[in-house]
């Protein structure tokens, strides 16, 4: 996982396998007290995007260009 900052914005980036969840991780996640610490510490410094659900911080972005030698996808 990296997480990167700039101004008002966060951007993490997470590696993870084909065993990976979301749903398996927000479950995790909400049972954790350390995890739900963190996440009301977060949202003092994060907003949320204008379109999110009430509470939703965490969203997907879809890629739209990767370089990768001479191939470009």
């Not at 990976?20 to 410094?45: I, T």
């Not at 911080?57 to 001479?70: C, H, P, Q, R, V």
């Amino acid at each position: 996982m990296e997480i990167y900052r700039i101004s008002n914005r966060m951007f993490m980036i997470m590696e993870v396998d084909d065993s990976f969840c979301f749903e398996r991780k927000a479950a995790m996640d909400a049972a954790n007290p350390k995890v739900q610490e963190w996440e009301q510490v977060m949202w003092k410094f994060q907003q949320s995007m204008p379109f999110a659900k009430q509470g939703e911080k965490w969203m997907l972005f879809k890629k739209i260009f990767e370089l990768n030698g001479y191939n470009i996808l």
